[in-house]
Nanobody
Framework: QVQLVESGGGLVQAGDSLRLSCAGS????????MGWFRQAPGKEREFVAS????????YYVDSVKGRFTISRDNAKNTVYLQMNSLKPEDTAVYYC????????????????WGQGTQVTVFS
């Protein structure tokens, strides 16, 4: 069992940066693949980024490549999403996700979800 708590969202101007954190707890947290999804009003939840349990690779949706960076610190049971050069279209509730398995992918299974943190970007 894993519990996930996101933090770090906020209201920022286009071009600014934010860093989201996802603090996890539970047995074998470090063995889970982790990821971030987001959901904008009126839209379906969208895959953003993911990282496997050993942190040796990262995956991103095309729209955030070069701007967002996912990382994890297993010693702290924490996953991060560094978001740079934010755009209004990045506005959404961002959710942390955990999955037993190699990696989280778009449309794939997720075992645990966080409550979400709001990111709002204005121009």
């Amino acid at each position: 069992q894993v519990q996930l708590v996101e933090s770090g969202g906020g209201l920022v101007q286009a071009g600014d940066s934010l860093r989201l954190s996802c603090a996890g707890s539970g047995r074998a947290f470090s063995t889970y693949a982790m990821g971030w999804f987001r959901q904008a009003p009126g839209k379906e939840r969208e895959f953003v980024a993911s990282i496997p349990w050993n942190g040796d690779s990262t995956y991103y949706v095309d729209s955030v490549k070069g701007r967002f960076t996912i990382s994890r610190d297993n010693a702290k049971n924490t996953v991060y999403l560094q978001m740079n050069s934010l755009k209004p279209e990045d506005t959404a509730v961002y959710y942390c996700a955990a999955r037993r398995g190699l990696i989280i992918v778009a449309g794939g299974w997720v075992d645990y979800w966080g409550q979400g943190t709001q990111v709002t970007v204005f121009s």
